[in-house]
């Protein structure tokens, strides 16, 4: 099969024939229909994620058709459209079993503890326990840029930030994952305030449902804007990005007893940010992570998709070959995209 490979951190990537993969007893392989580029990809070709063992093929935002099942695989055959959350369960280690796959002991991320789905085909273990089915009014693209950031905004918004209608929600960085979130809030009936340093952003962040935007590059105070937007600070923020700045001033501006959520990455020399304890202990402020979702959470997030509430193909803004995925990849972090970009062409 055709698949982008760097053999070295930091270094460009290629496209080279590698061999098939083969399913493992509980797993599947997967025929790629389409894959999300993803900041977390980025992450990994820096070599900020010790997982990653060279050479080796990114990419964990995907959808496809099932072409080859283990023989312990009860649930699924060849031919059926499915997705996966990033974050794979092995379904027996305590956090698994107490229903927690999203921080799984023996967690398997495609695209990270092994090769992911820069490729033609990609193998998927726990396939019981970690595959969603994709419904026929779903296209493959869509459902590939919900697997890493839109389910983990959901699941920041909905189950870690329990967020509820009227509430204000501020959501710092408007990349994928912030687009996602915003568009999450406002589906069930919160007030966004969207705050980047891009003024593109900031418009399809209104578009797609923030009822106000604050650049972070013309406001010398981000803080202070969101408390005097939010009449005293917001409920629920979000770092959608993950940088020392977005961090602290997503803590900053929360009101009293308000929930801080970390959705982008800290990785790098960001990985130990500045906090603001003094806020946390005075206002009893909540700051939580949000890693990924379960599988079994993905039926409520489609059932909304379905019915029109959530619209996740708008976020989708360019679909490229895996040829013009190399070059995308490795220029992630100068943020001169907007939307999500997903690879739909492999030959």
Not at 24 to 53: E, F, Q, Y
Request: hydrophobic share 45%.
């Amino acid at each position: 099969m055709r698949a982008a490979i760097y053999e070295q951190f930091q270094q460009p990537l290629s496209i080279q024939q590698v061999p098939d993969p083969t399913p493992d007893p509980n797993g599947v392989v997967l025929k790629v229909m389409a894959t999300g580029l993803c900041r977390s990809d980025w992450h990994g070709w820096m070599g900020h994620d010790s997982d990653i063992r060279l050479p080796h093929v990114p990419g964990h935002e995907l959808a496809g058709v099932i072409v080859a099942v283990g023989r312990n695989v009860r649930q699924w055959v060849a031919g059926d459209r499915v997705t996966l959350p990033f974050v794979c369960g092995c379904g027996s280690c305590p956090q698994c079993v107490s229903g927690n796959h999203q921080v799984c002991d023996h967690q398997f991320q495609p695209g990270f503890t092994h090769w992911g789905s820069f490729a033609e085909y990609v193998a998927i273990h726990y396939a019981d326990v970690n595959l969603v089915c994709i419904p026929d009014s779903i296209e493959f693209s869509t459902a590939a840029s919900l697997g890493c950031r839109f389910v983990t905004s959901f699941r920041a918004v909905v189950d870690q930030g329990k967020t509820s209608a009227g509430q204000w929600v501020a959501v710092h960085g408007c990349g994928g994952v912030g687009l996602s979130a915003i568009m999450i809030a406002n589906a069930i009936g919160a007030r966004v305030v969207a705050i980047d340093i891009s003024e593109e952003k900031l418009a399809l962040a209104r578009q797609l449902g923030a009822a106000a935007v604050v650049n972070a590059q013309v406001h010398a105070d981000v803080v202070a804007a969101v408390k005097d937007i939010t009449g005293g600070g917001a409920h629920v923020s979000l770092d959608a990005l993950g940088s020392l700045s977005t961090c602290f001033n997503s803590i900053a501006n929360l009101r009293k007893r308000g929930k801080h959520i970390q959705v982008g990455l800290m990785l790098g020399d960001q990985n130990h940010p500045p906090v603001p304890m003094d806020k946390v202990i005075a206002n009893e402020l909540e700051i939580l992570g949000s890693h990924g979702i379960q599988a079994y959470r993905y039926p409520a997030l489609i059932d909304m998709i379905e019915a029109g509430k959530l619209h996740p193909e708008l976020l989708v803004q360019k679909k490229v070959s895996l040829q013009e995925s190399l070059d995308l990849l490795v220029n992630m972090d100068s943020f001169n995209t907007t939307g999500v970009t997903v690879i739909t062409k492999f030959d």
